[in-house]
């Protein structure tokens, strides 16, 4: 298999202001000082400090509270991206030019895999989401109240509300580029967001995984799992994943010829994804406040970093206002596509409410029978 650098590639590297030919096959090392906006190194700390907090939470769940779901689903949220990016990035590569085209480029940020396609960060940036959202759900008891299903889809609107307000941003600050050529894939779109990329990659592959994952290696009455056992799960899982978003797809690509009518079941499963999650997340504030203990063990994860996480957004968002607010047609001066500004609104709203509800379920109680942690 050749790397090429074929136009459609071209074409969208150079608008993020790089050149997609010479790049190195394996990796490649920049001035994090000198990349395309000052948000980028930001992002790369926040995201990739976030993925290190997220392994040693995980490994201390394992070795201290005898649970393997976090590790097991860092490592599946990396076999995931293993599985899912080269097709995104090299599509010729897998035979699939003719039926998905070049969808995206991500802009080059310090450190780059694979032909400066894939950035460090995004490897870090699906275990790092996996385990905030995965974290929040679990210390609001959703899994101890309602089981796997219904914490997976906890776990899939989680994932939507913290990865749109990231998702809804990176066009406008050159993160990343769509190919706005590549109508089959990328339309319809909310502002600059495919619907289907806001669908499949921010809620129902993280809702899957999750599932497979506690399916997997969740305790139950059995005998703890060994090593290798967990290790083969977590691999299952993580290539697994796809196989729920190519089903959940099949709906809206029944009507691939007809952009409204697509546009209208994406609209409805979208809605769907809300409606469950603002109903076990109302449920688990419900809770919280009645005073029923989360099974929560080592909660500091998901007391800080999500705050964090989320507080950093908000930052970059107000930095991206300015232009935001000049844009003409949905473009800012700079030529770069703005995002939905109302549903990341109302994304950041909904993700500070599971914020606000961890914390609350996780903090010390002065009662007669104190809260685990």
């Not at 995965?134 to 889809?153: I, M, N, T």
């Not at 913290?162 to 894939?185: C, H, M, S, T």
């Not at 107000?318 to 939905?340: F, H, I, M, R």
């Given at each position: 298999?050749?790397?090429?650098?074929d136009?459609?590639?071209?074409?969208?590297?150079?608008?993020?202001g790089?050149?997609?030919?010479?790049a190195d096959?394996?990796?490649s090392?920049?001035?994090?000082?000198?990349?395309a906006?000052g948000t980028?190194?930001?992002?790369?700390l926040?995201?990739?400090?976030?993925?290190?907090f997220?392994?040693?939470?995980a490994?201390r769940?394992?070795?201290?509270d005898?649970?393997?779901?976090?590790?097991s689903l860092?490592?599946?949220?990396v076999?995931?991206?293993?599985?899912?990016?080269?097709?995104?990035?090299?599509?010729?590569?897998?035979?699939?030019?003719?039926?998905?085209?070049?969808?995206?480029?991500?802009?080059?940020f310090?450190?780059?895999?694979?032909?400066?396609r894939?950035p460090?960060?995004i490897?870090?940036?699906?275990?790092a989401?996996?385990?905030?959202a995965?974290?929040?759900?679990?210390?609001?008891?959703?899994?101890?109240?309602r089981?796997?299903l219904?914490g997976?889809?906890?776990v899939?609107?989680?994932c939507?509300?913290?990865?749109?307000?990231f998702?809804?941003l990176?066009?406008?600050?050159?993160?990343?580029?769509?190919?706005?050529?590549?109508?089959?894939i990328?339309?319809?779109?909310l502002?600059s967001?495919?619907?289907n990329?806001?669908?499949?990659?921010?809620s129902?592959?993280f809702?899957?995984?999750?599932?497979l994952?506690?399916?997997?290696?969740?305790?139950?009455d059995g005998?703890?799992?060994?090593g290798p056992?967990?290790?083969?799960r977590?691999?299952l899982?993580?290539?697994?994943?796809?196989?729920a978003m190519?089903?959940?797809s099949?709906?809206?690509?029944?009507?691939?010829?007809?952009?409204?009518?697509q546009?209208?079941?994406?609209?409805?499963?979208?809605?769907?994804?809300?409606i469950?999650g603002?109903?076990?997340?109302?449920?688990?504030?419900?809770a919280?406040r009645?005073?029923e203990?989360a099974?929560v063990?080592?909660p500091?994860f998901?007391?800080?970093?999500?705050?964090?996480?989320?507080?950093?957004?908000?930052v970059?968002?107000?930095?991206?206002?300015?232009?935001?607010l000049?844009?003409?047609d949905?473009?800012?001066?700079?030529?770069t596509?703005?995002g939905?500004?109302?549903?990341?609104?109302?994304c950041?709203?909904?993700?500070t409410?599971f914020?606000?509800?961890?914390?609350?379920?996780?903090?010390p109680?002065?009662?007669a029978?104190?809260v685990?942690?």
């Amino acid at each position: 298999m050749g790397y090429t650098c074929d136009s459609a590639a071209e074409s969208v590297a150079e608008r993020l202001g790089f050149s997609c030919h010479g790049a190195d096959p394996v990796i490649s090392v920049r001035n994090p000082f000198g990349l395309a906006d000052g948000t980028m190194p930001a992002l790369e700390l926040l995201v990739i400090g976030g993925a290190v907090f997220a392994l040693v939470h995980a490994w201390r769940r394992w070795r201290r509270d005898g649970d393997p779901v976090n590790l097991s689903l860092w490592f599946a949220s990396v076999v995931y991206l293993a599985v899912i990016e080269p097709p995104l990035y090299f599509p010729g590569w897998f035979g699939l030019q003719e039926h998905v085209g070049f969808i995206f480029s991500h802009n080059v940020f310090t450190v780059q895999f694979m032909y400066d396609r894939l950035p460090l960060y995004i490897v870090a940036f699906y275990p790092a989401i996996s385990q905030l959202a995965y974290e929040l759900v679990r210390a609001l008891g959703v899994f101890a109240r309602r089981g796997p299903l219904a914490g997976s889809l906890a776990v899939a609107f989680a994932c939507q509300v913290f990865y749109e307000v990231f998702d809804q941003l990176g066009p406008q600050l050159r993160w990343w580029a769509w190919n706005a050529a590549n109508e089959k894939i990328n339309q319809p779109a909310l502002a600059s967001v495919p619907m289907n990329s806001m669908l499949l990659f921010a809620s129902v592959s993280f809702g899957a995984m999750t599932y497979l994952v506690v399916r997997l290696v969740g305790r139950g009455d059995g005998p703890a799992l060994t090593g290798p056992q967990i290790g083969w799960r977590t691999v299952l899982a993580g290539a697994v994943t796809p196989l729920a978003m190519i089903i959940v797809s099949a709906p809206s690509g029944a009507f691939r010829d007809h952009l409204g009518a697509q546009r209208a079941v994406l609209g409805v499963e979208l809605a769907a994804v809300w409606i469950a999650g603002l109903y076990l997340l109302a449920e688990a504030w419900r809770a919280s406040r009645a005073g029923e203990a989360a099974p929560v063990a080592s909660p500091l994860f998901a007391r800080t970093y999500p705050a964090l996480y989320l507080g950093v957004h908000v930052v970059f968002w107000l930095v991206a206002l300015p232009a935001y607010l000049a844009s003409s047609d949905g473009v800012t001066e700079q030529g770069t596509p703005v995002g939905s500004l109302w549903y990341a609104a109302l994304c950041a709203v909904a993700a500070t409410v599971f914020t606000v509800a961890a914390v609350r379920a996780t903090a010390p109680r002065t009662t007669a029978e104190p809260v685990r942690s």
